[in-house]
Nanobody
Framework: VQLQAFGGGLVRPGTTRRLACVYS??????MGWYRQAPGKERELVATISNSGSTNYADSVKGRFAISRERAKNTMYLQMSSLKPEDTGIYYCTAGYRRDGSDYPSYWGQGTEVTVSS
């Protein structure tokens, strides 16, 4: 599985940004976005299963939306009402889903998002 994320950059608080992840190969059961803020551990942002079932971190619920466009082999993360604490490197993943939990097996190279005025 090959994954490549795009769309990061410097954005103002309160604005919207969309990340994209172009993939190839068998993405297994689910795909997702994780992020790592400076000095912090990597954390789950959102995941989507092959059936379209989604999970979100509490910190992004209602502001972020994950989706997939299979015809284009692309996954998206629509980010709205961005906050400085959303700053980090965002990674797209592919992996397994078991009993409602996601286990990423493949990672893309990451795209950096900086939310600052």
């Amino acid at each position: 599985v090959q994954l490549q994320a795009f769309g990061g950059g410097l954005v103002r608080p309160g604005t919207t940004r969309r990340l994209a992840c172009v993939y190839s190969g068998n993405v297994l059961d689910s795909m997702g976005w994780y992020r790592q803020a400076p000095g912090k551990e990597r954390e789950l942002v959102a995941t989507i299963s092959n059936s379209g079932s989604t999970n979100y971190a509490d910190s992004v619920k209602g502001r972020f939306a994950i989706s997939r466009e299979r015809a284009k082999n692309t996954m998206y993360l629509q980010m709205s009402s961005l906050k400085p604490e959303d700053t980090g490197i965002y990674y797209c993943t592919a992996g397994y889903r078991r009993d409602g939990s996601d286990y990423p097996s493949y990672w893309g190279q990451g795209t950096e998002v900086t939310v600052s005025s």
